[in-house]
Structures are given as structure tokens and as C-alpha cells.
Nanobody, 117 residues
């Protein structure tokens, strides 16, 4: 059974930092593009950042220069380091895996990030 388990969310003041982690099943991690999405209250789920198995990254314009996505292939874990957080970064952050060359994708259960002004 494929699992994505997120951790690291919480409440932080504007300007602060948080690091999210997502531990993935070994069966898919090495063959997946891993990503983070977020969903603010009443809004759609939007892409935050993605990283390929070789380490190529992609970011939403709103987080460029503040967030960094990385992956530890030995630990089957993807991270999202979030710095200079803003209230508009508030939302539920979801880990996502897309198995390359397939239509298979998986979601974590989500972790809440709240940034107070």
C-alpha cells in the first residue's frame, strides 16, 4: 500500500520558518516526481513546488526565493523548507507523488500551516 505521511506543519508568525516533511513508500519514491500543494480555505489546491528524482525543481512564482524543496532518496523523504512566511501562505499543505510515465498519483493526508500577522 502506497503511503505519503506529512509532518511539520503548525502555527508561526509572519517572517518565521517551518520545514515540512513527507515520508513516502519506498516502492514509488525513486520513480516519482514529488511535490507540495497547498489549499487555502475556500480556494482550490495549488502547486507550490515539485522535484524530480534527479533533483530538478519547479516553484510557484509566489514562493520563489522563500521556499526550497529537496529530497533525500535514501530516506524516501521530500522536504519543503519555508522561510519568510506570509499570512497568505496559510493553508493545508499536501504531499503529492506522480509516478513518471504513468497516470498514477498519490496524495498525503495534509498538514496545516497557519501564518499569523
Amino acid at each position: 500500500q502506497v503511503q505519503l505521511v506529512e509532518s511539520g506543519g503548525g502555527l508561526v508568525q509572519a517572517g518565521g520558518s517551518l520545514r515540512l516533511s513527507c515520508a513516502a513508500s519506498r516502492s514509488i519514491f525513486s520513480v516519482s516526481v514529488m511535490g507540495w500543494y497547498r489549499q487555502a480555505p475556500g480556494k482550490q489546491r495549488d502547486l507550490v513546488a515539485t522535484i524530480t528524482s534527479s533533483g530538478s525543481t519547479n516553484y510557484a512564482d509566489s514562493v520563489k526565493g522563500r521556499f526550497t524543496i529537496s529530497r533525500d532518496n535514501a530516506k524516501n523523504t521530500v522536504y519543503l523548507q519555508m522561510n519568510s512566511l506570509k499570512p497568505e501562505d496559510t493553508g493545508v499543505y499536501y504531499c503529492h507523488a506522480h509516478v513518471v510515465f504513468t497516470t498514477l498519483e498519490y496524495w498525503g493526508q495534509g498538514t496545516q500551516v497557519t501564518v499569523s500577522s
